[in-house]
């Protein structure tokens, strides 16, 4: 059964970093791009960050370049997003997806990390 499950979510001051990661079990990670999105109530899921299979190519969203990385690992099935320089914009709950693809549709998703930006 596929499993995506996300880790590192928490409570962290405006301008403070946090590391997200997804440990994807179940299926043939190297064989998917893979994505961060975040959702906030009452709005719409969006896209955060996504990474090629090889991790060759990223794309952000306009709202966090040059503050957030996304990067892999297929020798631990492991997908990271690096957060710095937080803003209180940037809480929300945060899900990892396995994609068809780089701009393809998200196949699988992870059950979310709660991120909380708070002083």
């Known amino acids: 059964q596929e499993q995506l499950v996300e880790s590192g979510g928490g409570l962290v001051q405006p301008g403070g970093s946090l590391r997200l990661s997804c440990v994807v079990s179940?299926?043939?990670?190297?064989?998917?791009?893979m994505s961060w999105h975040r959702q906030v109530p009452g709005k719409e899921r969006e896209l955060v960050a996504r990474?090629?299979?090889?991790?060759?190519?990223?794309d952000y969203a306009d709202s966090v370049k040059g503050r957030f990385t996304i990067s892999r690992d297929n020798a631990k099935n492991s997908l990271y997003l690096q957060m710095n320089s937080l803003k209180s914009e940037d809480a929300a709950i945060y899900y990892c997806?396995?994609?068809?693809?780089?701009?393809?549709?998200?196949?699988?998703w992870g059950q979310g990390t709660q991120v909380t930006v708070s002083s």
């Open positions: 990474i090629t299979r090889t991790g060759d190519l990223t």
């Open positions: 997806g396995a994609n068809y693809g780089f701009t393809g549709r998200v196949a699988y």
């Open positions: 179940g299926l043939s990670f190297v064989n998917y791009a």
